[in-house]
């Protein structure tokens, strides 16, 4: 079972005016008012965060149900957008893994793998005993997934309070806290490259392919910080 009292923790962890909930919450705002002025009723709304969760995943699932797309397209689409949680999923769970704790909440907390739930634990893991951490990450997961939900029907119903610009402006908070957060904790060169060179390389490949941009950028960006790393 889940130790409550980690779990509780896990779920405070969440409070706080430097919480990178509260840029998770402004977020997701935008994407329930987005999904009402695309016609989803309130219960596909709050669906759609509560199964695909990540901001990014939730948009293309719903400009793909917009343009017609097939349930196997939408499908390969959105886990192809969060195959970007992987490297977040390596760096993590390593640090949450004790052979006392049962598979079983591995398994189900990995859908709590976001931006937002990564800082928190990335920043207050060593305060936890190795045995504890995943009840505190399941905590965490929780209080960050109602976050979200919340956020979406707060969104809803509010969508006609906010204009274009407003929902494109709450919808690059969570973004821009984690490039924030990123600069912040540069501690070595092939982070400080990777972060400065990525955000010029996105803009440049922008000309040659607007669609792949994001993924030439990141991957030239973070491959060059790589072998300068390594050869230093």
């Known amino acids: 079972m889940v130790n409550l009292k980690y779990f509780l923790l896990g779920l405070k962890s969440v409070k706080g005016i430097d919480s990178p909930a509260l840029a998770l919450g402004a977020s ?135 204009t274009p610009n407003m929902m494109v402006g709450l919808m690059i908070v969570n973004p821009i806290y984690f490039l924030c957060m990123m600069i912040g904790a540069i501690k070595t060169k092939g982070i400080a490259i990777s972060v400065i060179l990525g955000s010029f390389l996105g803009p440049i490949f922008y000309y040659f392919s607007p669609e792949w941009c994001i993924l030439f950028g990141g991957v030239t960006a973070g491959t060059i910080a790589f072998l300068l790393g390594e050869n230093k």
């Open 28 to 162: 997701f705002i935008a994407i329930g008012a987005l999904l009402k002025n695309l016609n989803f009723s309130l219960e596909q709304s709050i669906l759609s965060t509560l199964f695909t969760y990540a901001l990014p995943g939730s948009l293309v699932m719903a400009e793909s149900l917009l343009v017609g797309a097939s349930i196997l397209n939408i499908f390969l689409a959105v886990w192809l957008v969060n195959a970007r949680l992987y490297p977040m999923t390596v760096s993590l769970f390593p640090l949450l893994i004790d052979k006392s704790q049962p598979k079983w909440k591995y398994y189900i907390s990995c859908h709590f793998i976001a931006v937002s739930s990564w800082l928190i634990m990335k920043n207050k893991y060593q305060t936890i005993e190795r045995k504890n951490r995943i009840d505190f990450w399941i905590g965490i997961g929780t209080a960050t997934w109602l976050i979200a939900i919340f956020s979406t029907i707060i969104g809803y119903f509010s969508s006609d309070l906010l």
